[in-house]
């Protein structure tokens, strides 16, 4: 139970894939909509996005299935790493480094 994340959502764009050394990754965004009422008894929908990271044969699955709109649960762990970006400030990242999914829906 350490380090588990559990989302369903919709994929915020087409997947980007990349090579590396006969290693392939697919990232994309996954949207989580929130639905709940304030203080006024007004219904608020929120949005969250989440940074998705499939390596090997699952991103070979992505490549071929996954689109954007396409609803998605998702299994993984949580990483944080950073890097510096072109202008040399750090920049820090949070994504789910998926372990397995699950095609739920069509896409809207």
């Known amino acids: 139970m350490r380090n588990k994340v ?3 959502g919709r994929v915020g764009q087409d997947p980007e894939i990349k090579s590396f050394n ?3 990754r697919a990232t994309f965004s996954l ?9 006024k008894g007004e219904k608020v929908e929120t949005t ?4 998705i990271t499939v390596w090997g044969n699952q991103a070979d699955f ?3 299935f996954i689109v954007k709109g396409r609803e998605l ?16 400030v750090k920049r820090f990242i949070t994504e789910i480094a998926v372990s ?3 095609l739920i829906g069509g896409v809207r």
Not at 31 to 39: M, V
Not at 48 to 51: F, G, L, P, S, V
Not at 73 to 88: A, M, Q, V
């Open 31 to 39: 949207a989580i909509n929130e639905l709940y009422y304030n203080e």
């Open 73 to 88: 649960g998702i299994e993984g762990k949580l990483i944080n790493r950073s890097f510096e970006d072109k202008e040399g």
């Open 22 to 24: 006969e290693k392939k």
């Open 48 to 51: 969250h996005w989440h940074n």
């Open 6 to 8: 559990q989302l369903i």
């Open 100 to 102: 397995e999914f699950l």
């Open 62 to 64: 992505v490549e071929k």
